[in-house]
């Protein structure tokens, strides 16, 4: 089975506990018998994974065709909306599991549409986790999430 992290921050970029946390994920799924790990990020270096350039309105349409060419089964998004847009459009086409993590929150509730966008791409993901019970209470707040989201 193939599991494919989408994050921005990844090995040897200056990102601090999103790379840590999804380093640590990567290395325990590896240990596992029957999964392939792939990473795609943004910024970093490592020659074994996907690094894609861009903008934060590139990125999701370039790692949307780097995630054709790998064909996961299940895709786990780290962090920022343009990581999970791309996971959002290849389950509604291919199909297979989306999950999300949010490791941070904005600090302000953010406008109407950017609510509806957020909540739309959330609704259409199999699990949505948070790194700490806080930052799911903030998020409730600030996305307006459902009870069911978190």
């Not at 921050?9 to 325990?28: A, C, F």
């Not at 270096?45 to 349409?61: C, H, M, T, Y």
Request: aromatic content about 14%; some cysteine.
């Amino acid at each position: 089975m193939v599991i494919v992290i989408i994050t921005h921050y990844w090995k040897n970029s200056p990102g601090g506990g999103i790379k840590m946390y999804t380093r640590n994920l990567v290395d325990e799924l590896k240990k596992r018998d029957n999964i392939k790990v792939k990473v795609i990020f943004k910024e970093g270096k490592d020659l074994e994974n996907a690094k894609v350039g861009g903008s934060k309105f590139l990125f999701p349409i370039k790692t949307f065709f780097v995630l054709r060419k790998f064909k996961p089964r299940v895709i786990h998004s780290q962090g920022t909306w343009y990581c999970l847009l791309p996971g959002y459009i290849y389950k509604k086409i291919f199909g297979g599991k989306l999950i999300h993590t949010f490791h941070t929150v904005p600090d302000k509730k953010l406008p109407f549409l950017g609510k509806i966008f957020i909540q739309t791409l959330l609704e259409y993901c199999d699990c949505v986790t948070f790194v700490s019970k806080g930052l799911k209470n903030k998020s409730k707040y600030v996305y307006a999430l459902h009870e069911s989201m978190s």
